[in-house]
């Protein structure tokens, strides 16, 4: 199945004017923090074009908050490429480094990090900036959400190391990664790039988490069948296409083609849902100004599903023809030229 599969999206999303600016400040930073540290790492890292998926799932962020969300991105794309599947001992490096990264916010701003490498001093300072002028129930949120998608990393990289990462079957997979897109704690920075907070007592409410939830599955199906190729290529197990494959026995084509029809199914249930949001404002008994930000929230979910789509649909991360370092790097079972977990 080709990268450029096409969904019908019944909305569309800008992209932020701040782009070239931002991504230029965000490339410096980038090598500065030793985040690529070879040629080749950098050009296979500006082939992904992660400043063009900050740019359109985060369009009304400032100039400089641009820059900060896009440093941040690129920090868990970078920190997911660093398993060694030819090394399963480096399974708990990678468990130790992500303990960090989930317990950084927890602690006050500014904390230097306690395991060092790149990655976690990058993340330290990201912080500081990314949580900057959020309430603590905020920041709260995005730490829950942050952390459960690291587990589910370390669970999954666990999975691999032991030879059991084919071993869920489509049900199991869909729950696992639900956790391992990310998305829930990348919606909820949506609303620090804009500087409101959805009320919580709407956030709670089983209507805006059931779509969240499935906001996280459209975007994950998506991700699995645009990178498909690619992740075919490396051997790696942990797509929707593959589970599909090898579980009912059928073709990679009727994989393919079951896999796009439960994603067109996740993201008519989402679209049916946002239609009740009004009710469930009344329900709640918002006012005007809690009825707006329940709005943006539902905004930052739309900039997400279709910016991500538009970005995976040319990104070459997904791309399934690689030559020279970073092509050997995969068939090696490695999906970093570079290695970002030490010093």
Known sequence: MPQDVRFDLPFDTPVSEHLEYARKRHLRW??????????????EYRSWDLPGAAARTYPYASAE???VLMNWFSLAFLFDDQFDAARPDR???????????????LRPAGTPPRVVCPITLAWAEVWEHLSAGM??????????????????????????ARGLAGTLGPREYAAFRRRTVGI??????????????VPPQAMAHPLMERMRDLAADTIGFMNDIHSFERERRRGDGHNLIAVLHRERGCSWQEAADEAYRMTTDRLGEYLELEARVPRM?????????????????????????????????TTGRYAAAKEGPVATAELAGRGSVDDLLTV
Request: glycine share 10%.
């Open 30 to 43: 980038v090598r500065d923090r030793g985040l690529v540290r070879s040629e080749a790492g950098f050009d």
């Open 65 to 67: 908050d641009l820059v």
């Open 91 to 105: 399974a708990d490096r990678i468990a130790e480094v992500a303990g960090e990264l989930i317990v950084t916010p």
């Open 135 to 160: 309430s603590l129930t905020w920041q709260s949120r995005f730490a829950a959400s942050w952390g459960r998608f690291l587990v589910a990393h370390c669970e999954e990289v666990d999975l691999a």
């Open 184 to 197: 829930h704690h990348s919606i909820d920075a949506g609303e620090r790039s804009r500087g409101f907070e």
């Open 281 to 313: 404002c009344d329900e709640l008994g918002l006012d005007e100004r809690e009825r707006a930000e329940v709005g943006m929230g539902v905004e930052a979910i739309r900039h997400w599903i279709n910016g991500n789509y538009e970005w995976a649909l």
